[in-house]
């Protein structure tokens, strides 16, 4: 996989696919990027687990936090990691650890994060790929929801419509 650029219809298809995620480094202060993500992902109809070692008992909009994946008593398809790329390492080996008991499917790193290294053992041990992006921005530019902002959706353009011919 080329980890630069990914094709629509391969985030299209993991987002579709996807039902609860496990969010890595997930915030209950309301202003942090991750808190926002998760909330948005929340009313998109996704479970998001946060885990976050400091939280771990309480509850972060509306769900129980968990110190590790591993602490997570029930199965979910994506671990989404709000952690820098270092620690993505570690993040990236304990999901492979449970990728069968918990049936994760893919490994999200988010914007700015990048592994390549735990990206290709994440691959090789058969999970889906993701990195350097963020699964709010892309489920938003793949539903139009970005479109009304004038961001890289291909909806909104200031070039005028080629007209067809009739």
Known sequence: ???DTYP????RRIL???RTIAMVGASANWNRPSHFAMKYLQTKGY???????GQAGKQILGETCYASLADIPESFDMVDVFRNSEAAGEVAEEAIRLKDAKGIRTLWMQLG??????AARAEAAGLQVVMNRCPKIEFGRLNAELSWGGFNSG?????RRKLRAS
């Open 47 to 53: 479970r998001v687990i946060p885990v976050n070692p």
């Open 113 to 118: 994060v990048r592994n390549d290294a735990a």
């Open 155 to 159: 909806i909104v353009t200031s070039k």
């Open 1 to 3: 996989m080329n980890h």
């Open 8 to 11: 629509n219809s391969y985030i």
């Open 16 to 18: 579709r696919e996807t």
